[in-house]
């Protein structure tokens, strides 16, 4: 009778190893990497791709209504219970360790830990760049609209002349242009590889649908982030400061 060890497979030295395509998920036992993986895949889905989902579709989106929609949005988002507390600990220091550790792994040259396809690599190499593009526009839009000039939080009546007044510049406009779109593939490409690494969509028939559904989605984002912004740009100047009349286009 043939013993265990002759059944089975045998290796040959030397010979081609072949390595299954897909994702490999998160594994444990690799200490506070572990963890930190784990929370900066997290915070790209909860709570930073929830607000940028709500940025573009709800928020933003109102100013195809015209001014006094979108100044009604600004309002109520600005008269939320502990704004204060909700933007620092839902959206600026989620952002920044999701940036910032992101950078890390794309410094270490260690975050490709999936078996791609050739396309696979592209995306995953456009998936970097694309989150180094939305955060310097991320930055840039904090900056401009949330600490710079008229404060919108006192004075939601000025936002959409303040936003006008960058978007109608055209080399702001195509930078914000570019922030969308960028944001819009990191956010929606990002859903796919978190489903994919935590074992949510499994097997190769799936995972390609479940992309299909994601590219959709980032057409709808950057769809509607395009229309926000042509709006803005659109409508007659609104005044940009309390006290002041319409400003010169």
Known sequence: ????????????????????????????????????????????????????????????????????????QVSFLANLPLVFLLELFGIWLPIAFHALYGFYIWYRGDGNTIAYPWSGNWMYTVQRWTGGIAFAYILWHTWTMRFTGVDLHAHPEMSFGKVRGEVFRTPLFLFYVAGLIAASWHFAYGIWLFCAKWGIVSGERARKRFLAVCLGLFFVLTGAGLASLTSFRSHPQQPADPGTAVMNR
């Open 1 to 72: 009778m043939a013993s265990a060890s002759s059944t089975a497979p045998r290796v040959t030295e030397g010979a081609p190893q072949t390595v299954a395509h897909g994702v490999a998920p998160l594994r444990t036992g690799q200490g506070t990497s572990f963890l930190l993986r784990r929370l900066h895949s997290l915070t790209g889905i909860v709570p930073v791709g929830a607000f940028l989902f709500e940025h573009i579709l709800i928020s933003n989106s109102t100013a195809i209504s015209g001014p006094e929609a979108y100044a009604r």
